[in-house]
């Protein structure tokens, strides 16, 4: 890999540029039209030709598939990969990756119900849980970091390690919000009638307002990865490490800073699974990390890092946790091949993909 960086917004400044606080270099507010391009780049553009092209067969094979539910229902699936998505973008922009965050997805949702389940104010739990998520985040960062553990090796382990306190503190059952069973309502405990559950769990415009919520953090980390001190030093250190080191960026502030915001964008996602089900199962999230991962991938944000799109993140995680899960069925395609099937996709996404950039690359 060139040690200069084939995008010259990605090139790393001199200190004196950067006013020896590894920020980026002072600049007008970006136009409407700079914001624009910002926000929607060029590389999220295949993947939502996907999505259309997708949709369209659907539309042709099984016009039954257009119903309002199972619009809904698609929307509501893609969430919670989406919302990982967009944390993820963040890590593999700077060449790391994250495979726990399935485990603090289910983590956080165990939390929160368990302190629901013990009184606790449903909006404050979540805080709480939310906070245990960061914790989590930081915990990752220090062993990348600090201790200086491959992050692919060290996000594995802790995949094991939180799953494995998940089971433990819930006994390996559901948490269901103010039950001690499906059955046994605790005695005046309302968490599942209170605003946190009535209001994150409605919908609207017939659309759920968990899907709202996650492109309401796709916009925000699109701006913060594109406009803010944070976003141009994770570009920068996934453009070229040693160059963004000298230039006065703390490599390793910035690394614990994605961590961290990655493990919080995961305990989001657990929250939102918690309003939807109004239950914490230790199980939930399974493949959710790899899928991210994928979706983040097929949206336009290369692993060789220094660039990013978290709008091209969700939009993967719609074709793939969404789109392609909620229309299998429609195909016939057995529970039993699910997984065998999704894998293909991402695989013929990921193959059709890397050739258009090929192309784009002999183009330019």
């Known amino acids: 890999m060139s040690s200069t960086p084939s995008d010259p917004e990605l090139a790393v400044q001199p200190d004196r540029e950067l006013g020896g606080m590894g920020g980026p270099p002072p600049s007008r507010l970006p136009s409407p039209g700079a914001l624009y391009r910002g926000l929607f780049e060029m590389e999220s553009n295949s993947v939502l030709i996907a999505v259309l092209l997708v949709l369209a067969l659907f539309a042709v094979a099984h016009p039954s598939f257009y119903t309002v539910h199972q619009l809904q229902d698609l929307l509501q699936e893609s969430v919670y990969v989406g919302v990982i998505a967009c944390g993820m973008t963040f890590l593999i922009a700077m060449r790391q990756l994250d495979l726990s965050v399935s485990s603090i997805l289910a983590l956080t949702a165990g939390i929160a119900a368990l302190l629901m389940n013990q009184g606790w104010n449903p909006w404050i739990a979540a805080l709480a849980a939310l906070g245990c998520a960061g914790l989590m985040g930081l915990i990752n960062g220090f062993l990348v970091q600090t201790i200086r553990i491959n992050a692919l090796l060290a996000t594995l382990a802790t995949l094991y390690v939180f799953n494995g306190f998940n089971q433990g503190i819930t006994a390996s059952n559901t948490v269901n919000v103010g039950y001690t069973t499906a059955e046994a309502p605790i005695k005046g405990n309302t968490a599942a009638n209170s605003s946190f559950f009535t209001a994150l769990g409605g919908n609207i415009l017939g659309i759920p307002v968990a899907f709202w919520l996650m492109v309401a953090i796709a916009l925000i980390l699109t701006a913060v990865l594109r406009y803010t001190p944070f976003g141009y030093r994770v570009r920068s250190i996934g453009s070229n490490p040693e160059a963004?080191?000298?230039?006065?960026?703390?490599?390793?502030?910035?690394?614990?800073?994605?961590?961290?915001?990655?493990?919080?964008?995961?305990?989001?996602?657990?929250?939102?699974?918690?309003?939807?089900?109004?239950?914490?199962?230790?199980?939930?999230?399974?493949?959710?990390?790899?899928?991210?991962?994928?979706?983040?991938?097929?949206?336009?944000?290369?692993?060789?890092?220094?660039?990013?799109?978290?709008?091209?993140?969700?939009?993967?995680?719609?074709?793939?946790?969404?789109?392609?899960?909620?229309?299998?069925?429609?195909?016939?395609?057995?529970?039993?091949?699910?997984?065998?099937?999704?894998?293909?996709?991402?695989?013929?996404?990921?193959?059709?993909d890397s050739v258009v950039r090929a192309g784009r690359r002999r183009g330019n």
Do not use: C, H
């Open 244 to 352: 963004a080191a000298f230039s006065g960026i703390s490599v390793p502030r910035v690394t614990y800073q994605a961590f961290v915001l990655m493990g919080v964008v995961a305990g989001l996602a657990g929250l939102l699974v918690l309003v939807f089900f109004k239950a914490a199962d230790p199980s939930v999230g399974g493949s959710d990390n790899l899928i991210a991962i994928a979706a983040v991938i097929i949206g336009g944000t290369p692993m060789r890092g220094g660039t990013g799109t978290v709008i091209g993140a969700m939009i993967g995680a719609i074709l793939l946790s969404g789109v392609i899960l909620s229309g299998l069925p429609y195909f016939n395609i057995s529970e039993n091949w699910t997984q065998f099937a999704l894998g293909a996709v991402i695989l013929a996404a990921v193959s059709i």
